[in-house]
T-cell receptor, first 112, second 112 residues
């Protein structure tokens, strides 16, 4: 079946700390992989994506690499800011591309 | 740029009442989706549409109906609301298959 497993939160970090949020997926074929971010009271926004093995998606200092051999897409940022406080969702598409499966979300709080 | 607009933003229903949630997008997207977001469960797909006049069931379709009479609108109906349908509902759209989703800001529904 299709599923996404991401590390449970909440995660609390000090400003400028290194961030890793783990994500692994189960899917048929070769899905596209996504990270979305949700700020309080808002809908999800695309943070970054990767469409094939070994691709690296990056945006706003965040990075994630599509690892087919480990079926993983871990999110990293070298130095977090208070403004990065949000809930982060890992997701993958189905081979037909018309459905998406989401993880349960990881809440991140960055303290000054 | 309105993007994806959901109405209403909040609603309280009594068990057995009915209501319709409206989603409108102004990006000429073909694909539209309805998700529900519950604590600890991430986003789960209720129904989706791959074009005007088409609908399909997602992961949790029971108790919901949808219609896509116009390309820009996707309606989610609850015929007889139940407390288990208390949730935050998100509409999303995408241009083509496998392209990133654009989300609305959500509708918070409480069924008492």
């Amino acid at each position: 079946g299709n599923s996404v497993t991401q590390m449970e939160g909440p995660v609390t970090l000090s400003e400028e700390a290194f961030l890793t949020i783990n994500c692994t997926y189960t899917a048929t074929g070769y899905p596209s992989l996504f990270w979305y971010v949700q700020y309080p009271g808002e809908g999800l926004q695309l943070l970054l994506k990767a469409t094939k093995a070994d691709d690296k998606g990056s945006n706003k200092g965040f990075e994630a690499t599509y690892r087919k051999e480990t079926t993983s897409f871990h999110l990293e940022k070298g130095s977090v800011q208070v403004s990065d406080s949000a809930v982060y969702f890992c997701a993958h598409s189905t081979p037909t591309g018309n459905q998406f499966y989401f993880g349960t979300g990881t809440s991140l709080t960055v303290i000054p | 740029n309105a993007g994806v607009t959901q109405t209403p933003k909040f609603r309280v229903l009594k068990t057995g009442q009915s209501m319709t949630l409206l989603c409108a997008q102004d990006m000429n997207h073909e694909y539209m989706y309805w998700y529900r977001q519950d604590p600890g469960m991430g986003l789960r797909l209720i129904h989706y549409s791959v074009g005007e006049g088409t609908t399909a069931k997602g992961e949790v379709p029971d108790g919901y109906n949808v219609s896509r009479l116009k390309k820009q609108n996707f309606l989610l109906g609850l015929e007889s609301a139940a407390p288990s349908q208390t949730s935050v509902y998100f509409c999303a759209s995408s241009y083509i298959q496998d392209s990133p989703l654009h989300f609305g800001n959500g509708t918070r529904l409480t069924v008492t």
